[in-house]
């Protein structure tokens, strides 16, 4: 089988993307996992601007759809997982409306409201572990004083998130900081845009998950 004139458009900005005929949206990396059967030699690549990739290929209700999260999983107290579920709805709507700057500040709330469950349920851990913040007296501080960089540092120690995911999350909050205006003008880096957007919130859906199986295999070394 033959395939002339197929052309790939992709352009590279936080994440890849590419359309390959018909324009039938994959990501990247699956594709060179995807067996493709025919001769491709006579392949076309034009690479694009991100501009110009939104121009030709506007994003539809179908691009930004947001999946559900499974915050029941993580087992919080059911006040706590009633208002995240709030907070991942009104991300959605935040995002499907493209306003990125509020989905970004959402993201952070949201992190920081797992993060804080979690460490109330495991308080002996997270007080152990080596990042644990401390008052001026040497003694850990309470939770409520806890700031969202300590919360994902610990959080790592304990072993809830790998340092991947720490690193990201490191990020998210950096974005989460813009809420105080006088950061954005003082910083590098510029307000989010969609694939930032995107990036991260399926950074949250993957962060979540892993808290999920530590909390599965936690069970079991009790069970044990």
Sequence with gaps: MENDGLKIQFFYSTSVYCFVKDEIEAD???LSRREI???YSSLEVE???ENDYAVMHPQTDIDIEIEDISIKELCLP???TALLNYCW???RKCYKAKAYFATMFLLGSFLEGVLLGILKKYPKQANLAKSAPTRKDGNVKNFGDWILREMISVAYDMGCISYYTKNISDNLRDFRNMIHLHKVLNADSQTPEIDTCKTL???M???C???IEWIRKSKEKQIV
């Design 89 to 91: 709805d009104e991300l």
């Design 209 to 211: 998950n892993e808290i």
């Design 78 to 80: 059911d006040d706590l």
């Design 28 to 30: 990247l990396l699956n």
């Design 37 to 39: 059967k025919g001769d």
């Design 201 to 203: 919130i399926t950074h």
């Design 47 to 49: 690479i694009l601007s």
């Design 205 to 207: 859906q993957g962060t």
